[in-house]
């Protein structure tokens, strides 16, 4: 997926603490919770501290780089939990990165790879990794950014984008992590609330185009 238009992203309230350099208290966050509706995978959020799905449909969600000063340009949220058990589920990594200008978001020159297991995705590329659903499933996987050439990144919000497949089930629509490094958390509220009101499609949006369409067919005949 290419940032080559302004994007933009929604505050979701959540419930994992994290602490953003920027702040001197931490910031609670959701993780990926993901079930099966109607054959299809889908996303929610999830507080993996008390096992509630806190909000059943979810696609956006936030994480914090830093939060381990040892490793500043890394983290390991949003985490993913799942009641399908026995599923193996693969998590795939769009290509391109996203970087909040202040009113959406732009390509960006950094590079944000996604590790588990020894598995590998990089937003250069794209990719995915894999993992068996077992019960209890608290995975989090390694994510970590780096700016052009390998030198450090610049401060900044960097935008994901995953979707998650699995046999026998359709693959979710696109689900996106907002990641802060050293930046306000009012910033980061601010970049995730752009991307729930500009690609998380509103209930019902859908159908309407769907009709829309249809109508404009028959108006053609």
């Known amino acids: 997926m290419q940032f080559n238009t302004r994007l933009s992203i929604v505050s979701l309230a959540s419930a994992c603490s994290f602490a953003s350099p920027a702040l001197a208290q931490e910031e609670p966050h959701l993780d990926v919770w993901v079930t099966a509706s109607n054959g299809a995978l889908v996303t929610g959020g999830w507080d993996h501290l008390t096992g509630a799905v806190v909000n059943a449909s979810q696609r956006v969600f936030e994480a914090e780089f830093g939060i381990d000063p040892a490793f500043p340009f ?5 985490g993913i939990g799942s009641d399908l058990v ?5 998590m795939n990594l769009a290509s391109g990165l996203g970087l909040w200008n202040g009113s959406g978001f732009d390509t960006s020159t950094a590079t944000l790879l996604a590790s588990y297991g020894g598995q590998n995705a990089t937003t250069t590329t794209g990719g995915s990794f894999s993992f068996l659903v077992t019960a209890g499933l608290d995975l989090h996987p390694e994510y970590t950014v780096s700016g052009a050439g390998g030198a450090d990144p610049a ?5 994901a984008a995953f979707t998650l497949s699995g046999a026998g089930y359709a693959t979710s629509e696109t689900f996106w992590a907002v990641f802060n490094l050293g930046m306000a958390e009012a910033d980061h509220a601010a970049a995730a609330g752009w991307a729930e009101a500009n690609l998380v499609p509103a209930p019902g949006a ?15 005949r």
């Open 74 to 78: 890394s983290t390991d949220e949003p």
């Open 86 to 90: 026995g599923v193996t589920l693969t």
């Open 155 to 159: 401060n900044g919000i960097y935008l």
């Open 206 to 220: 859908a159908a309407l185009l769907a009709l829309a369409g249809l109508a404009s067919r028959r108006r053609r």
